[in-house]
C-alpha cells in the first residue's frame, strides 16, 4: 500500500501557511495595542532637559580628536 504524499504535503504547506498569517495578525494586533497605549502618554508636555546634559567637547574628548586627526 502506497501512502499519498502529494496529500500530506499539502497539509503541512497549509499548516505552515495558516502559522505565519496567524503570526501576522499577532504582531498587527500586538502594534494597534501599543499605538492605544502610547496615545494618552504623547498628549503630555514633554519635560526639558536641564541645562549641562547632552553631547559636550570636554578636555579628554579634545585630547581623542587631536590623535584621531591624520
Known amino acids: 500500500m ?3 504524499l502529494s496529500k500530506r504535503k499539502t497539509d ?3 499548516f505552515l501557511r495558516d502559522l505565519a498569517a496567524a503570526g ?9 495595542d501599543a499605538a492605544a497605549a ?3 502618554a504623547a498628549s ?7 541645562a549641562g ?3 559636550r567637547v570636554t578636555p579628554h574628548v579634545a ?6 586627526r591624520i
Not at 24 to 32: E, F, R
Open 12 to 14: 503541512r504547506r497549509k
Open 24 to 32: 501576522g495578525l499577532v504582531a498587527v494586533a500586538g502594534s494597534a
Open 38 to 40: 502610547s496615545a494618552p
Open 44 to 50: 503630555q508636555p514633554k519635560a526639558e532637559k536641564p
Open 53 to 55: 546634559y547632552g553631547y
Open 2 to 4: 502506497m501512502r499519498d
Open 63 to 68: 585630547k581623542y580628536y587631536d590623535k584621531a
